[in-house]
């Protein structure tokens, strides 16, 4: 928990992507797994700076295309995840926010993500010639609720999707999207749109 001083900004030193295959996040507990869920956290008020330019994979795409990264928050196992009232700068990787596995069952029952402010990611970060893909919020929860939150690209992006949704009750109202490749991105695990609220989006 932080306030957005400067004692609550964590910052990504200069080449810590450098030479890696995935790179590196901020929050991202590896002992979460399905034995070993992480349940009730809640991320609120911290000021994460990506650091930009500064810290871009330098090596070349490979067939894996995804060469840059630098999460800020991830978990893959739990469950009444909350990530509130953060700001997000200069993101060139692939995710900023990720909540459950890239699987075809959800591992994450419940996450609400809001309030949020998300500024510059993917190509629209100075210097960022080799990401191909980018979702600011990827959520794969059996629930997820994804409100208030403002995604500001600078410069135009082609490449990156503001929130990426998956499981049985994708939830996205009351954001606001400016300069994004596309809003949303409804991935295949999102079998009942019926569950869904789209709605008050700008």
């Not at 991202?28 to 008020?45: A, L």
């Amino acid at each position: 928990v932080g306030n957005f001083g400067r004692r609550s900004c964590l910052k990504f030193g200069d080449g810590l992507n450098s030479g890696r295959t995935y790179g590196c996040t901020f929050i991202f507990p590896p002992e979460s797994s399905g034995t070993t869920p992480i349940d009730d956290v809640t991320v609120r008020g911290i000021f994460f700076d990506h650091n930009g330019a500064n810290n871009i994979m330098t090596q070349p795409p490979s067939s894996y295309p995804f060469t840059t990264a630098g999460q800020a928050v991830g978990i893959q196992h739990g469950d009444n995840i909350v990530v509130e009232n953060n700001i997000f700068l200069d993101n060139a990787g692939r995710q900023t926010v990720m909540m459950g596995k890239n699987a075809a069952i959800p591992t994450i029952d419940k996450s609400t993500i809001r309030f949020n402010t998300f500024i510059n990611c993917g190509k629209s970060v100075t210097g960022n010639s080799s990401q191909t893909d980018h979702s600011s919020i990827y959520s794969l929860c059996k629930d997820s609720d994804v409100y208030g939150n403002l995604f500001f690209n600078q410069v135009k992006d082609t490449v990156s999707t503001a929130i990426e949704l998956h499981g049985t009750k994708p939830k996205a109202w009351g954001n606001t999207i400016y300069n994004y490749g596309q809003a949303f991105n409804l991935a295949a695990t999102v079998a009942n749109m019926r569950l869904g609220v789209f709605r008050d989006n700008h």
